[in-house]
């Protein structure tokens, strides 16, 4: 019986080293791109920070369409006092440099760090060739397993960011936010998550609406 338990108890400690193999854990100083100068920027000098990274290329139309939303967000986070960790990185993962040099200075793109990524290296670790997908490398320079949302989805976004900055990944961001049905301003005072409290109250500080979430589809009506 003490031998079955002891090849047991091997066969469970080898088990769960092989699961933590098979799951890929990414970070910051595994990757390096090209800058708007054609210099090699490693993303490991961002470490510290909460990374969203918009990987796009100039010929994806959805792509362009979010980068006045980026601007937006940006402006919400700095408005609502929620920016003093986060660094924006956009990288091009397609067409030639010089579109996308030429790109830069004709899109309404945010303020952010510009990277190139020569012949779609690591296309398929950040956007499983998927465009334009958003990205999150936490504080400790980890890669999220989850693809954020998009600047478009006003509200959510901006939660998703502000809940990394406490140390939440995505999925357990998005499993507060969907915590809570419905948020009007006059309705705080019943928001039970303190995290959640938190950001409403900057929130609605900040932006006149109300914010209504029903399934998976987030819908913010300006007043």
């Known amino acids: 019986m003490k031998r079955f338990l002891f090849l047991l108890s091997i066969i469970l400690v080898?088990?769960?080293a092989i699961n933590a193999q098979s799951k890929n854990v990414f970070t910051l100083s595994q990757f390096s791109f090209e800058d708007t100068a054609g210099k090699k920027f490693s993303l490991d000098t961002l470490k510290g920070k909460v990374v969203f990274?918009?990987?796009?290329f100039p010929g994806c139309p959805p792509c362009?369409?979010?980068m006045p939303y980026a601007q937006l967000l940006q402006k919400r986070l700095h408005k609502m006092q929620m920016d003093s960790n986060i660094v924006f990185v956009t990288i091009n993962f397609k067409q030639s440099k010089e579109i996308w040099l030429n790109?830069?200075?004709t899109l309404p793109m945010p303020s952010a760090i510009h990277l190139y990524s020569p012949a779609g290296t690591y296309e398929q670790t950040f956007t499983k060739h998927s465009f334009p997908t958003y990205r999150i490398f936490n504080a400790k320079g980890v890669l999220d397993e989850e693809s954020c949302e998009a600047p478009t989805s006003n509200g959510v976004v901006?939660?998703?960011?502000?809940?990394?900055?406490?140390g939440l990944s995505v999925k357990q961001a998005m499993k507060i936010?969907?915590?809570?049905?419905?948020?009007?301003?006059?309705?705080?005072?019943?928001?039970?998550?303190?995290?959640?409290?938190?950001f409403w109250t900057k929130y609605f500080d900040h932006v006149n609406a109300s914010y209504n979430c029903y399934s998976s589809t987030?819908?913010?009506?300006?007043?």
């Open 14 to 16: 080898i088990s769960v």
């Open 53 to 56: 990274i918009d990987c796009w």
């Open 64 to 66: 362009r369409a979010e």
């Open 218 to 223: 987030y819908t913010l009506f300006t007043r």
């Open 103 to 105: 790109a830069l200075h």
């Open 177 to 198: 936010l969907l915590s809570q049905k419905e948020v009007t301003k006059s309705k705080l005072a019943l928001i039970k998550n303190p995290l959640l409290k938190e």
């Open 158 to 166: 901006d939660f998703v960011l502000f809940a990394a900055q406490k």
